[in-house]
């Protein structure tokens, strides 16, 4: 029985996740990847039923496996990119030596551009996004044994990217049939969609852009970053993005076959049937 989860996640500046397949220097991303929301709810599975580095590698391909819908919608905030200098330790082997090295402290640091994104906010309230995420069944299984998915996983979300990417939780709404409901054909939705399997027929309210990550529906098997490469293991997303605390982005779009629009109240993600 497909369940869903609907989370208001508050951020302390904003957040910081590199792209894929970029060097040191890489720009940010307006919203966290869906790939990094996986992550973080990894991390609380984890720590909740005390599951080990090596283990826990399988907790991404199984919560992918088991996806059905995710998407992303500002609350009361707008995305601000930039890119920053900060000052790293350099971990490499350059001709022959092995750095950090304290005789060659100039070859030991390095201070690329970081990309980062501020969530500036249109009130007084902390940046908030809103997260509306499916999944086929409340359960998944590491080594042979169920983990329920509930709402103190979400609830015990501290940080979407970096480790300075701190965030606070302030809303976990569980839905099950039949308060889950969902649609075919025609439909609207005010959250971020993949554009695979969706055709885009008008934008309702402004500003929609798009971002390219790597497909969260797809995650076989942990595999590192620089393995992916570009090409079927990403997809393209269509992102909302407020340009005041009144607008409220949306887009028609048609499904087509295999997709469905799952909905609550005025709520509605795309994600697969």
Avoid at 208 to 225: M, Q
Avoid at 243 to 254: A, C, E, F, N, T
Wanted: charged share 25%; with cysteine; glycine share 6%.
């Amino acid at each position: 029985m497909p369940t869903g989860y609907i989370l208001d996640i508050e951020f302390t500046w904003g957040f910081q996740a590199k792209i894929v397949g970029l060097s040191k220097t890489s720009p940010s991303f307006y919203y966290p990847p869906p790939t990094t929301v996986l992550g973080a709810i990894a991390e609380s599975i984890a720590k909740e039923y005390n599951i080990g580095e090596s283990k826990g590698k399988d907790i991404i391909p199984k919560l992918s496996e088991n996806l059905l819908a995710i998407g992303i919608r500002p609350v009361n905030c707008v995305p601000i990119k930039y890119e920053d200098l900060n000052r790293i330790i350099s971990l490499k082997i350059t001709s022959g030596v092995l750095y950090p090295d304290p005789k060659m402290l100039k070859g030991s640091f390095d201070s690329p551009a970081t990309g980062k994104t501020i969530f500036s906010v249109f009130d007084d309230d902390p940046p908030t996004l809103r997260f509306f995420l499916v999944f086929k069944k409340q359960e998944i299984y590491l080594n042979g044994k169920p983990v329920k998915l509930n709402e103190d996983i979400f609830w015990k979300l501290h940080r979407i990217g970096s480790k300075e990417s701190i965030v606070s939780v302030s809303h976990v709404k569980e839905l099950l049939e039949p308060e889950l409901e969902f649609s075919k054909g025609n439909v609207d939705t005010n959250y971020s969609f993949p554009i695979v399997g969706v055709n885009l027929i008008k934008e309702i309210d402004k500003r929609w852009d798009v971002e390219n990550y790597i497909d969260p529906f797809k995650i076989k098997s942990y595999i590192p970053a620089k393995d992916y490469g570009f090409g079927e293991n990403f997809v393209n997303y269509m992102i909302p993005i407020k340009v005041s605390l009144l607008s409220s982005p949306k887009y028609y779009i048609s499904l087509n076959e295999g997709f469905v629009c799952y909905k609550w109240n005025e709520e509605k993600v795309i994600g697969h049937g």
